[in-house]
């Protein structure tokens, strides 16, 4: 497919850092001249995947607390404005140097609301003296215009990223998944917010079953022809009140292991862009709602992992991109 795209600034040579691909923290000190923490915010959406429009289950790996700390901590039902208060202590309680935050509308599905109520959630966060910009997490079928020329205005005068799960590129995995959309409606959404040059990310998962290396290429070149602003990838994992839950206890499903999911990460990097921002490059999940795979509970696992293997290979982010894709 042909898309077009706004003209990039330049990026930082986030190489001579001494970084294997252009990691987040970077792209935020380079924007920003500062470190940037994201506040997860529950702005209390619901998701037309659960609530009877596209269907009731939802994504199968999909329990909403055990992805959003505000109703992991029992807060959803508290403002915006308090729970972005309460998020930043928590962040400045670990990190003692954070004093710029962006407002992450996480939980469900942000967009699936009307324009006015997404302004609204959007400027409340904004009030904030240390929120600095906004990402929204949706879904690709729920970016009507009204809602796209809403953000559109909005973004000429603050920093938004609109956050899409994709998660795959193939229509069986999104099917095994019951995602209740298809690539071709991500491609429209998507080719809608090129026009309106909105900044976007996009969510994927590796270590589907079903899918394989070349599988996994091809979702990795389609994405590199689309060049959003940033990816972040996940591996899939296991979590409490889940219909993967039940596929993985009853042993239907296998579970990829960490050497395997890193030698995805980097061949999928590898035909990257080298100026799509990697927000990051796994999962993660609390401890009390995570059932595997075990090596998602090792802090930095993956992480390090992915570097060994970069090293192992003497590759980066970039060296197999050709721009005749």
């Not at 966060?125 to 009507?144: F, M, N």
């Not at 069986?172 to 900044?199: A, E, I, M, P």
Request: aromatic share 10%; proline share 5%.
């Amino acid at each position: 497919m042909t898309v077009t795209f706004p003209a990039r600034n330049l990026f930082p040579d986030w190489r001579s850092m001494g970084h294997q691909y252009f990691p987040l923290g970077v792209s935020m000190r380079y924007e920003f001249g500062c470190a940037v923490w994201k506040v997860s915010v529950d702005a209390g959406c619901s998701c037309p995947n659960m609530d009877g429009t596209i269907g009731t289950g939802g994504c199968i790996f999909c329990n909403t607390s055990g992805f959003a700390p505000s109703r992991r901590f029992n807060k959803p039902e508290l403002p915006i404005s308090e729970q972005i208060n309460f998020g930043i202590q928590q962040l400045k309680r670990r990190y003692k140097k954070a004093k710029k935050f962006i407002a992450y509308f996480q939980p469900s599905t942000n967009t699936y609301t009307t324009p006015e109520y997404l302004e609204y959630f959007c400027r409340t966060a904004l009030e904030h003296s240390e929120i600095i910009g906004i990402a929204i997490g949706t879904r690709p079928d729920t970016l009507p215009n009204e809602i796209l020329d809403m953000l559109e205005l909005l973004s000429q005068s603050v920093w938004i990223q609109l956050e899409i799960g994709l998660q795959s590129i193939h229509q069986k995995s999104l099917d095994f998944l019951n995602r209740g959309h298809t690539y071709s409606v991500f491609c429209d959404s998507f080719q809608r917010c090129r026009q309106r040059n909105l900044r976007l990310g996009v969510h994927l998962i590796l270590g589907i079953p079903g899918e394989d290396r070349t599988d996994v290429l091809a979702t990795a070149h389609e994405i590199a022809l689309l060049r959003p602003n940033c990816v972040k990838l996940h591996h899939l994992y296991v979590v409490r009140e889940t219909q993967l839950e039940k596929l993985w206890q009853t042993g239907k499903i296998r579970l990829i292991t960490l050497k395997e999911y890193a030698g995805l990460v980097v061949d999928f990097l590898e035909v990257l862009p080298p100026d799509i921002v990697i927000d990051r490059i796994s999962g993660e999940a609390d401890a009390s709602f995570l059932l595997a795979p075990d090596w998602t509970r090792t802090k930095h696992a993956a992480r390090n992992a992915v570097n060994q293997e970069f090293q192992q290979r003497q590759s980066f982010q970039g060296c197999k991109y050709s721009r005749s894709e």
